[in-house]
């Protein structure tokens, strides 16, 4: 019975900080309206000005939950640009608060990696045996259908996106 | 003041759009001379009697062979350039995804090769034919197969549209060069070299900014249809835009595409609330296949 409730203890403990980092800053990239709930025709219960600073604090399908300095309440989340580190990255968003960084809006992530560059690209010579190896892994129309049946992923019919502000509604 | 906008107006004309025609510019001289050095005289020029000769390679309107072959030769020079992930599970796994979210596009009948190579810089290329890359760089920052499926959706688009065909058609050279090169050689592995210039240089090219946000407006839709939650890129447009433009992580994808906010925005304004009936998209976050390195 000990040793179970160690355990929660835990397991407790290692998601506390995948939670504490979800409290993520961001801003609003533009004007729009706060709603009590995730839906367009939810209840309002504040305005989101364009540039305000925000606190994420939910996240639910294509909405977000978010606090500003006078509101709180649910917006689209294309309407608001995430401030800090992906979400997920626990030790990031602590190191972010340790120097200082993440209540300044300005914070970026680094990768602190070497990506290809033009010049290796350039360089890059054929490679028959890899294009073959690629190859192998090909999967059949079929193969494809199956493997989201098994993930209970059905297909959903829905046009194209048009260009922003082609016919119908903004 | 003028002056230096003048300087600054060429400096920017001869080094941005003239770095394709530079290129092809190059590959022209160089088809002119193998044509000349022949004994040919000028009546070989491509004209219209010679463009209704038999073609060896066409790109003007490429048959399905020919569009596989060219991205073929594309994706193993990239792979000569960074070589596939040694885990087959990984690849397999790009490759169920990739091909189901391919299924729910207009080219369906293509064999639509993934594959995740070994840098860990940030990016994603395609090629004619259904032939598609990620990074391992990109990958690891994805936390769910809805995520994936946006990506791989983005990069199936502009095989879709022919994005990077259009490009090398624009240059005329194409139709030009094919037909009578292919006279002279009659080599299409030749041939293709020509076109796309060395190595992989050719996944370094931009195309245009609407190019683009053709394929992110696609790639949302090719998610939606495949049953996966809608918001997978522009989760990972929003997960890229934080990180720094001059990060040697990213300067390749920044230099060649707009910045993430750019197109975040713009597709804000496509979906608008077109996606607020799609209620039980998926994520999967625990079938997403995790790499096993760090």
Same mark, same amino acid.
């Given at each position: 019975?000990?040793?179970?409730?160690?355990?929660?203890?835990?397991?407790?403990?290692?998601?506390?900080?995948?939670?504490?980092?979800?409290?993520?800053?961001?801003?609003?990239?533009?004007?729009?309206?706060?709603?009590?709930?995730?839906?367009?025709?939810?209840?309002?219960?504040?305005?989101?000005?364009?540039?305000?600073?925000?606190?994420?604090?939910?996240?639910?399908?294509?909405?977000?939950?978010?606090?500003?300095?006078?509101?709180?309440?649910?917006?689209?989340?294309?309407?608001?640009?995430?401030?800090?580190?992906?979400?997920?990255?626990?030790?990031?968003?602590?190191?972010?608060?340790?120097?200082?960084?993440?209540?300044?809006?300005?914070?970026?992530?680094?990768?602190?990696?070497?990506?290809?560059?033009?010049?290796?690209?350039?360089?890059?010579?054929?490679?028959?045996?890899?294009?073959?190896?690629?190859?192998?892994?090909?999967?059949?129309?079929?193969?494809?259908?199956?493997?989201?049946?098994?993930?209970?992923?059905?297909?959903?019919?829905?046009?194209?996106?048009?260009?922003?502000?082609?016919?119908?509604?903004? | 003041?003028?002056?230096?906008?003048?300087?600054?107006?060429?400096?920017?004309?001869?080094?941005?759009?003239?770095?394709?025609?530079?290129?092809?510019?190059?590959?022209?001289?160089?088809?002119?001379?193998?044509?000349?050095?022949?004994?040919?005289?000028?009546?070989?020029?491509?004209?219209?009697?010679?463009?209704?000769?038999?073609?060896?390679?066409?790109?003007?309107?490429?048959?399905?062979?020919?569009?596989?072959?060219?991205?073929?030769?594309?994706?193993?020079?990239? !792979? =000569?350039?960074?070589?596939?992930? *040694?885990?087959?599970?990984? @690849? #397999?796994?790009?490759?169920?995804?990739?091909?189901?979210? /391919?299924?729910?596009?207009?080219?369906?009948?293509?064999?639509?090769?993934?594959?995740?190579?070994?840098?860990?810089?940030?990016?994603?290329?395609?090629?004619?034919?259904?032939?598609?890359?990620?990074?391992?760089?990109?990958?690891?920052?994805?936390?769910?197969?809805?995520?994936?499926?946006?990506?791989?959706?983005?990069?199936?688009?502009?095989?879709?549209?022919?994005?990077?065909?259009?490009?090398?058609?624009?240059?005329?050279?194409?139709?030009?060069?094919?037909?009578? !090169? =292919?006279?002279?050689?009659?080599? *299409?592995?030749?041939?293709? @070299? #020509?076109?796309?210039?060395?190595?992989?240089?050719?996944? /370094?090219?931009?195309?245009?900014?609407?190019?683009?946000?053709?394929?992110?407006?696609?790639?949302?839709?090719?998610?939606?249809?495949?049953?996966?939650?809608?918001?997978?890129?522009?989760?990972?447009?929003?997960?890229?835009?934080?990180?720094?433009?001059?990060?040697?992580?990213?300067?390749?994808?920044?230099?060649?595409?707009?910045?993430?906010?750019?197109?975040?925005?713009?597709?804000?304004?496509?979906?608008?609330?077109?996606?607020?009936?799609?209620?039980?998209?998926?994520?999967?976050?625990?079938?997403?296949?995790?790499?096993?390195?760090?």
């Amino acid at each position: 019975m000990n040793a179970c409730r160690f355990w929660l203890l835990l397991l407790i403990l290692l998601f506390l900080p995948a939670v504490a980092s979800a409290a993520e800053k961001g801003n609003a990239l533009k004007d729009d309206i706060l709603r009590a709930e995730p839906y367009s025709d939810a209840e309002k219960t504040g305005d989101l000005q364009r540039g305000e600073k925000l606190e994420i604090i939910g996240k639910k399908g294509a909405w977000l939950h978010v606090k500003t300095a006078a509101a709180e309440g649910w917006t689209r989340l294309l309407s608001v640009k995430r401030g800090t580190a992906q979400s997920g990255s626990a030790i990031k968003g602590v190191l972010d608060v340790a120097s200082g960084r993440a209540g300044t809006g300005k914070v970026v992530a680094t990768t602190g990696v070497r990506g290809l560059n033009e010049e290796e690209l350039k360089n890059a010579r054929y490679n028959e045996s890899a294009v073959k190896k690629m190859e192998s892994y090909t999967q059949t129309v079929q193969q494809g259908r199956r493997f989201a049946h098994e993930g209970g992923l059905q297909a959903v019919q829905f046009d194209y996106l048009p260009e922003a502000g082609q016919e119908g509604e903004k | 003041m003028r002056m230096v906008y003048l300087i600054l107006a060429f400096a920017l004309s001869s080094f941005l759009p003239s770095a394709h025609a530079a290129d092809f510019g190059k590959v022209l001289g160089d088809v002119i001379k193998s044509t000349t050095a022949g004994g040919e005289n000028k009546e070989n020029a491509p004209d219209q009697a010679g463009r209704q000769s038999k073609k060896a390679f066409n790109l003007q309107a490429p048959s399905r062979t020919e569009e596989i072959q060219l991205g073929r030769e594309i994706t193993g020079n990239l !792979l =000569g350039a960074a070589p596939l992930v *040694n885990d087959a599970a990984l @690849q #397999k796994y790009v490759n169920q995804v990739g091909r189901w979210v /391919a299924n729910q596009s207009e080219r369906s009948d293509l064999p639509w090769h993934f594959g995740v190579i070994e840098t860990e810089g940030i990016n994603a290329f395609a090629a004619p034919g259904g032939y598609v890359i990620v990074t391992k760089g990109l990958y690891r920052r994805l936390e769910n197969e809805a995520q994936l499926a946006g990506v791989l959706a983005h990069e199936i688009a502009h095989v879709v549209r022919s994005h990077h065909l259009k490009i090398m058609q624009k240059t005329q050279l194409l139709d030009l060069g094919a037909d009578f !090169l =292919g006279k002279q050689l009659g080599k *299409n592995e030749q041939l293709i @070299q #020509k076109i796309i210039g060395s190595g992989a240089e050719i996944c /370094a090219r931009s195309l245009d900014k609407s190019a683009e946000f053709e394929a992110d407006r696609m790639g949302v839709t090719l998610t939606v249809r495949s049953g996966y939650e809608p918001y997978g890129l522009p989760e990972v447009l929003q997960a890229i835009g934080q990180t720094a433009k001059d990060d040697d992580g990213v300067s390749l994808l920044f230099k060649t595409h707009p910045h993430p906010d750019d197109r975040l925005r713009q597709l804000d304004g496509a979906i608008g609330s077109r996606l607020d009936g799609i209620k039980d998209g998926k994520t999967l976050a625990k079938r997403f296949y995790r790499l096993k390195s760090r």
